[in-house]
């Protein structure tokens, strides 16, 4: 275990979180969500080609077969990672909010779905408003229906269950 | 025998990741709502289940393809494609090319 073997498979791991940041991008703004706004699809299917990108960077670091040469690679290389990583918390920030435009806004949706105006059109004029306020969204009142020690369960069996898969990964890691 | 020399491990390994995230998105304060955490579970379920099916599957194939491959690294991406829920992109399909199509004719 030498210190160039950790550099790549802290890399490694890195480039898998950060395409973990933008697989929850490609959630929020596709179709799953979809009692929220529904993003054009050109940009869903770019973030999901980014996502499954910076997942196959990271996986041949960490499992490099014959294509990748991680004999030499550069100690700057984590650093790259960190800003790749950072770039994308910064993009699911903002897909967060942009996700719910402002409350009072939803009340006029509703009332122009019903002048025939088209799917289309409120999506664009959706995205087109500013982003709520992260405080100001309006699914509180959804949450509060499950428990709350039920919720924080299944949020901390989540986090268990990544980080044991990515434990898995790093010890059999052979970068 | 050894776990690690499987496929399919590495493809549970990829899916049970993917539906971890989707878990916790639906889970989340700030995102969450009933309806996602339903299909989160799908989800996990979708990865736990066809990641190791599809990458058992498809990961010789695309070995033989491009021998300098890793088989722990494809297995682990196919299991991690393979745990997006498909079902918008059905839906996708059916509004956009399939209905237009059956109101043409009528």
């Known amino acids: ?175 | 025998m050894d776990l690690r020399e499987i496929p399919a491990f590495w493809g549970l390994c990829g899916g049970v990741l993917n539906g971890a995230v989707g878990l916790v998105t639906a889970y989340s304060t700030r995102a969450g709502n009933p309806l996602a955490r339903r299909r989160a579970w799908f989800t996990v379920f979708l990865g736990a289940l066809g990641g190791p099916i599809i990458a058992e599957a498809l990961t010789p194939s695309f070995l033989a393809l491009i021998p300098a491959l890793d088989m722990r690294a494809l297995a682990l991406v196919l299991g991690w494609v393979t745990a997006n829920d498909p079902r918008s992109l059905f839906t996708w399909i059916r509004d956009r090319f399939l209905l237009p199509l059956k109101g043409a004719s009528e």
């Open chain 1, 1 to 175: 275990m030498t210190w160039a073997h950790l550099t790549v498979i802290a890399t490694g791991l890195l480039y898998v979180g950060a395409s973990m940041a933008l697989g929850v991008v490609v959630r929020l703004l596709g179709p799953t969500y979809h009692t929220k706004v529904t993003a054009p699809l050109w940009i869903v299917v770019f973030f999901a080609l980014a996502a499954v990108s910076l997942l196959w960077r990271g996986v041949t670091l960490l499992f490099p077969g014959e294509l990748v040469d991680t004999d030499r690679i550069s100690l700057v290389a984590p650093l790259t990672a960190v800003v790749v990583v950072g770039l994308c918390l910064f993009v699911l920030d903002y897909v967060m909010g942009d996700r719910s435009p402002p409350p009072l806004f939803n009340q006029w949706f509703s009332w122009a779905l019903k002048r025939r105006v088209t799917e289309d059109g409120i999506v664009h004029a959706a995205f087109a408003l500013p982003p709520a306020m992260h405080e100001a969204a309006p699914c509180g009142a959804q949450i509060n229906r499950t428990g709350r020690g039920l919720r924080l369960a299944v949020l901390s069996g989540g986090a268990a269950t990544i980080l044991i898969v990515l434990g898995v990964i790093a010890v059999n890691a052979t970068g």
